[in-house]
């Protein structure tokens, strides 16, 4: 079975700075896919950003960015240029190939003016 | 619809009835998930369908707990005499066949909010 774990149950940030969230994973599976996803107070699960396993290079999409080793089973986002709107609980999640899903316990993070 | 539709989006109902929550996937996606969270806390595996294949259910917290997904498509997720300790947000996510360019990536519900008195 997979795990995802997320050490950091909350984290803060001054606004306009840089922040990085933790994750590592166990798995036997070769090829599989990981995410980070926002959830505001509104609930609604946002998708940040998406890894394939089997790329090398790190995904981004404008301030978020992956750090993905592979080997070390670990799957950082990082925010640059944090911004207010970013306050949120930050999920970590694997997806196999087999479709089954893992999420980790997720981290409140907060941005503070 | 664009997105994973669920309803109701509120539901308050007494300890002891039966409540039914509805997913209505992405056209086209094969899989769906139920997950349960709690205030504060992260989310919880239901139970995981896949095309016509047999679902996974090992994430039902009790036999109160079923879910159907007729046709492929619409899931029901049905709680039986309810507790209290049953209210929480239940996500229903669906994820497009593997192979495609936006495969295996969840879209979630906005969720369906379950309070038990």
């Known amino acids: 079975a997979q795990t995802v774990t997320q050490s950091q149950p909350e984290m803060s940030v001054q606004e306009a700075e840089t922040v990085t969230l933790s994750c590592t994973y166990d798995?036997?599976?070769?090829?599989?896919?990981l995410f980070w996803y926002k959830q505001p107070p509104s609930r609604q699960m946002i998708l940040v950003i998406r890894?394939?396993?089997?790329?090398?290079q790190n995904a981004t999409e404008n301030r978020f960015s992956v750090n993905f080793q592979k080997a070390a089973k670990s799957f950082s986002l990082k925010i640059s240029d944090s911004q207010l709107g970013d306050t949120a609980m930050y999920f970590c999640?694997?997806?196999?190939?087999?479709?089954?899903?893992?999420f980790g316990d997720g981290t409140t993070l907060t941005v503070k003016p | 619809g664009a997105g994973v539709s669920q309803s109701p989006s509120n539901k308050v109902t007494e300890k002891g009835k039966d409540v039914e929550l509805r997913c209505d996937p992405i056209?086209?996606?094969?899989?769906l998930y139920w997950y349960r969270q709690s205030l504060g806390q992260g989310l919880e595996f239901l139970i995981y369908?896949?095309?016509?294949?047999?679902?996974?259910k090992s994430g039902l917290p009790s036999d109160r707990f079923s879910a159907e997904r007729t046709g492929g498509s619409v899931s029901t997720l049905t709680i039986q005499r309810t507790q209290q300790e049953d209210s929480a947000v239940y996500l229903c996510?669906?994820?497009?066949?593997?192979?495609?360019?936006?495969?295996?990536?969840?879209?979630f519900g906005e969720g369906s909010w379950l309070t038990v008195v």
């Open positions: 798995t036997s599976e070769s090829n599989y896919y």
């Open positions: 369908f896949q095309g016509n294949s047999a679902p996974d």
């Open positions: 890894q394939e396993a089997y790329k090398q």
């Open positions: 996510a669906s994820s497009p066949p593997t192979g495609l360019p936006s495969g295996n990536t969840i879209y």
């Open positions: 056209s086209g996606h094969t899989a």
């Open positions: 999640a694997f997806l196999g190939n087999a479709g089954k899903s893992t």
